[in-house]
């Protein structure tokens, strides 16, 4: 799994990378049940997948808050 730029990320909808953080949550799941049972040859994966996660959900929190209206100062 190649690791994703920020900048490349902040290019995405909001929807895409909802949809990529499912799929690569789903990815670290699989990739923990290898290394659980003994299959998994590169360890690293499963680290590398956590960040690309933490990364997406930064992205995606930057996104909401642009969005979201701004409160006025009173």
């Known amino acids: 799994m190649p690791t994703t730029k920020p900048s490349e990320l902040r290019k995405l909808s909001v929807a895409e990378l909802q949809k990529r953080i499912q799929d690569t949550k789903k990815e670290l ?13 590169k360890n690293h994966r ?7 996660i933490a990364r997406m959900m930064t992205v995606l929190g930057e996104k909401v808050k642009e969005q979201a209206p701004r409160a006025k100062k009173a």
Do not use: H, P
């Open 46 to 52: 499963v680290s590398e997948a956590r960040r690309e």
């Open 29 to 41: 799941m699989e990739l923990r049940f290898q290394a659980s049972i003994g299959q998994l040859d």
